[in-house]
């Protein structure tokens, strides 16, 4: 069964032109979808990127555009944005952003994307803390969202390398069952 | 409970922000798995389906797990 399976999936894969795997896995990373574009799958080139950065704008939109930050300190260790990074380009400010926080210099876009203040003084608590209470559970529902956008775009990334995973429906398996005289021969 | 009251609650319920993720997942999910555009909507259509059904049966045995708490 699994080398009727491997030898169909090959078959089938020869059909679909995967032009230039390692460039449209980069380009798939650096925007969801462009991979596939670039190697004229237009109809799941579009689907990838309609659905992945619809998830992670709605996601992002959700926690005001806080949930996406790159911060690695002792007090708060965003693990989250390993995830968050899958989707490449959109992901990528909150590292600018952090930079600039610790280089004391002023913040982009209004300071989306950029990681919370946590050292509370008199007049400013604890950025973090802050937003949780304002943004209540839509701040983890958004970092949710945010994380599955990204690890979508690594399923999408895999494709536009090794193309589908194509179950055995879909193969030329009814066309050519094994025990048909074609499939011997 | 009044009939307006119920459909207040169940607009405002949090189980509503599972539905794109749902439709979202599945379809890039099945779009891993086929080239052609009419084979990806079905297996998304049953991996939706899947999905909610097994969010379903969890929440069913979380409501007995709980019962009597």
Known sequence: MGTGNRRNRSETNKGIELRQPMLAAFLGWLLPGAGHLYQGRYGKGVLFMVCILTTYFFGLAMGGGHVVYASWKPNDKRWQYFCQLGVGLPALPAIAQARRADAGRPLLMGGIMAPPNRRPTDGNPDELAKWHRDYNSLFDLGTVYTMIAGLLNVLAIYDAMSGPALPEHDSDEKKHPPDSKESVS | ?69
């Open chain 2, 1 to 69: 409970m009044h009939f307006p009251t119920l459909l207040a609650a169940g607009l405002h319920n949090q189980l509503w922000y599972s539905v794109p993720l749902i439709v979202s997942i599945s379809l890039v999910y099945s779009a891993t798995r086929h080239e052609q555009m009419n084979h990806i909507l079905r297996h998304a259509w049953h991996t939706g389906v899947w999905i909610v059904g097994f969010m379903a049966i969890i929440m069913a045995i979380l409501c007995v797990v709980s019962w009597a708490l």
